[in-house]
């Protein structure tokens, strides 16, 4: 209650009690007590939080959801979902996304290169390197995965392993 609204309602209630209408005095202050919320009111409060959290919001992610929707194999639209509720600050629900691509696509160095910015940006390089590093030794790799290794190990401060990555990263490089 802000202090002119506050002010207004005392002087109304202390001229009530001076005058001694009592029966005035118990409307006006059954009138300035705020009703508590009905269990309408807070289901619909709900909703709109819970629609704003799951970002039914956000247009962008509607669209993406519309493209998995349509074509469940679209790669791309879910490096971008994932990639927009990291952009959001939901890294919990961007590492899912991305783990629900490397189950679709587990040979894609692409899906591997996402999760492991995405694990890094949430403080998980240690998880990051480790799956690139797994990665890059059953498939051929390219510079831009051993780059990424390499920067992960320098996270980790292991400067041999990084630089290491590093110069196998430029011997791949064109």
Not at 2 to 9: E, I, V, W
């Amino acid at each position: 209650m802000n202090s002119s609204r506050y002010f207004t309602t005392a002087g109304i209630l202390a001229t009530l009690a001076l005058t001694g209408c009592d029966h005035a005095m118990n409307r006006a202050a059954k009138l300035s007590v705020p009703a508590a919320p009905t269990a309408v009111q807070t289901a619909m409060d709900r909703q709109i939080i819970n629609a704003a959290d799951a970002g039914d919001g956000d247009y962008q992610l509607r669209t993406l959801r519309a493209r998995i929707t349509a074509n469940p194999a679209d790669i791309q639209a879910r490096l971008d979902i994932a990639q927009r509720y990291q952009q959001l600050g939901f890294p919990e629900v961007a590492l899912e996304h991305a783990r629900l691509l490397l189950e679709r696509v587990p040979d894609s160095e692409e899906a591997h290169l996402a999760l492991a910015k995405i694990e890094r940006d949430a403080d998980h390089s240690a998880a990051a390197e480790k799956d690139l590093a797994a990665f890059a030794s059953t498939h051929e790799a390219s510079a831009r995965l051993w780059a990424w290794i390499g920067l992960l190990r320098d996270d980790l401060n292991d400067w041999k392993g990084g630089e290491a990555a590093h110069r196998k990263a430029l011997a791949l490089a064109p």
